[in-house]
Structures are given as structure tokens and as C-alpha cells.
Nanobody, 131 residues
Framework: QVQLVESGGGLVQAGVSLRLSCVAS????????MAWFRQAPGKEREFVAA??????????YYADSLKGRFTISRDNAGNTVYLQMNSLKPEDTAVYYC??????????????????????WGQGTQLTVSS
């Protein structure tokens, strides 16, 4: 089992930057594929970014619409994955969820964008961006 706890959301004004954190526990973190999704009211859960460790380097993936503004990173020593969000817009308002997948099986299940490929989820952190 993997437990995920997100933090860092809140109420901010458009244009600012914010960083979300997700701390994982329960199993070895270094080889866990990790991702961020978000869900706005009345909308489906949406892929934001994903990251997997590949030995000396990490591979990251982004929703096309968020490339250049959002950056995902991980600190394997601290069991933490981050989402740096810049130039926030009101349309970024959503609950942001951290997710983890099972190494191996996730890669044949629609990784990185299919939320059904992930086995573990945090409780979410609310981000509200005011105009």
C-alpha cells in the first residue's frame, strides 16, 4: 500500500506561482511512477503531469496545455513529488490530486494520462485562483 498526502493548495491571485507537494509512504518511493491530476467542479479528472525515475534521470510528461507553466519534480530521498505552477490562471482552479502507480503494470494501462492506470491517490488539495 502507498499513502499519499498532498499540501500547498490555497486561494491565490492570478499570475502568481505556487508549489504543491505530495509525500508518499508505505513502500519504496524511488521506483514509483508518480503523477498529478486535477478535477474542476462538474468536469472529469484531468491529467496534469507525470514523472518516473529512470535510474540516473527522470522522465516527465505534461498535458499539452500546461507545458511551459507547470513543472513536476521528485525528491526520492524525501519521498516527495512536487508540482511547480507558474503564472496561475482562474482556469487552473481545481482539486489537485497526487497519484502513484504500480511499476511495470502501469505502463501497459494507459500511462501517463489515463487516471485508471494509477492505483493510489491522495485526498486532494484545493487550489482556487481568483482573477
Amino acid at each position: 500500500q502507498v499513502q499519499l498526502v498532498e499540501s500547498g493548495g490555497g486561494l491565490v491571485q492570478a499570475g502568481v506561482s505556487l508549489r504543491l507537494s505530495c509525500v508518499a509512504s508505505g513502500r519504496a518511493f524511488g521506483n514509483l511512477p508518480m503523477a498529478w491530476f486535477r478535477q474542476a467542479p462538474g468536469k472529469e479528472r484531468e491529467f496534469v503531469a507525470a514523472i518516473r525515475s529512470g535510474g540516473a534521470t527522470d522522465s516527465s510528461y505534461y498535458a499539452d496545455s500546461l507545458k511551459g507553466r507547470f513543472t513536476i519534480s521528485r525528491d526520492n530521498a524525501g519521498n516527495t513529488v512536487y508540482l511547480q505552477m507558474n503564472s496561475l490562471k482562474p482556469e487552473d482552479t481545481a482539486v489537485y490530486y497526487c497519484a502513484a502507480g504500480t511499476p511495470g503494470t502501469i505502463y501497459s494501462s494507459g500511462y501517463p494520462k489515463n487516471y485508471r492506470a494509477y492505483d493510489y491517490w491522495g485526498q486532494g488539495t484545493q487550489l482556487t485562483v481568483s482573477s
